[in-house]
């Protein structure tokens, strides 16, 4: 950054600061006030969860709640790659000329059997997309992010004559595929509902204690590629083992020699995962078969190592076949099958919203977090390139008495898509309806 672009910065952000205990003081009552609803809406959404593809009522309750609140709302916004119906939920509130501010909560479960005896806990069986019998849970807290986008769709509504602009609040499917941000841009959502100036959105976690934030500038989670790799060989006879080529054993050696991607050909400083989480071939112990598909995860912070992990593991795949004898008619097969950006928050957006979430709650309840590898797909908010600044900020979500116990035993709490997630409800809304709206109130005044 050259110096008069740095002077700027500071000069924006002393301007900024200057005006920012200006934060509207009726919040924190608005949100006591709300509470008590809140907190039975969250239990009732906790206790009655959706998969990804299916929200039907789930989508039909947030839209019916910002309806109530004032917005103008539309149903089933977002098309999947197959053509099917996605059940996105938009609701805009216009308040004079300004900036256009996009807030994302998302709304699918996922297919987990809760066991943290909660009385409100799920007991939600059903069938997903292959038919398959599975438990249904909030276990990634999307009920907290729901809940707590309707306290800020009242409170922000409440204080209209605080803001100006525009305002759009997006209720997301199929986070849990990574396919719900993707739906809702095919189905044409800024050219209908208007482009955003800026996007933001919350996520709740897992090891934070509840009444604390995190934030991170710059690269925040990962990108994830899903691919599946199938070993192709010559099956026969389990009997006659040399008048075949093996596919199980290219796979096996295919998956050791996969490790040493990122430990051997990928730099230090540049996180990468690479997971072989599916294998499947075969169908009797004494037949050999003609292949083995795996499905493979890759996360990485940023393009160039993504495209370099995806070229190893072609190479590494070509290279046990070749060892292997296999003819060159039946190499291996690699697939991509999709992809999700990397989350980034805007640095200059970033540091104005941890200045209004320290404002809100107190420095000592505002850390900067390190990049993590999990993913998310909120980043497709934002457009190639970043051409839409966004910011995506951690809320705390457990009893801080669970937090402390940990870090004195050593024990792990129980993480996002955990059986036993259970989230602090009253803490944990009200803290993160209050950030929210405060930095809403702060990015649109």
Known sequence: MDVKKKLWVVVCLTLWCATASSRSQDVPELVKHQMPELISAYKELHENPELSHFEVKTSAWLAGQLRSAGYTVTENVGRYNDGSQAYGVVGVMKNGKGKTLLLRTDMDALPVIEKTDLPYASKV???NAA???????????????LTTMVGVARV??????????TLILIGQPSEELAEGAQAMLLDDLYQR????????????????????????????????????????????????????KDPVVMAAEFVTAVQTIVSRQTLPTHPAV??????????????????????????????TTRKNV???????????????????????????????????????LTARVRHV????????????????MVSEDFGLFGLPDHAIPTVLFWLGAVDPVKVAASVTSGVPLPSLHSSMFAPLPELTLSTGVTAMSDAALDLLK
């Open 156 to 165: 922000m509504a409440v204080e209209k004559t605080k803001w100006h602009g």
């Open 357 to 372: 979430l320290t404002d809100a709650l107190g420095a000592d309840n505002v850390l900067d977090l390190e990049p993590v």
């Open 310 to 348: 995806l070229e190893d593991i072609q190479r590494t795949a070509d290279g046990v076949a070749l060892i292997a004898g296999v003819p060159a008619e039946r190499k291996p097969q690699v697939e991509v099958a999709h992809f999700t950006s990397p989350i980034y928050n805007d640095p200059m």
């Open 131 to 145: 038919g398959q019998e599975v438990g249904v849970m909030h276990a990634c807290g999307h009920d907290v992010h």
């Open 193 to 244: 509902f208007g482009r955003p100036d800026v996007a933001l959105a919350l996520h709740d976690n897992a090891s934070l204690a509840a009444g604390m934030v995190g934030i991170t500038s710059g690269p925040a989670m990962a990108s994830s590629t899903t691919v599946f790799v199938t070993m192709r060989g010559v099956g026969g006879h389990g009997a006659m083992p040399a008048s075949t």
């Open 274 to 303: 690479v997971t072989v989480g599916t294998i499947h071939g075969g169908t009797q112990s004494n037949i050999i078969p003609d292949e083995v598909k795996m499905g493979l995860s890759v996360r990485a912070l940023d393009e």
């Open 125 to 127: 069986r059903t069938k």
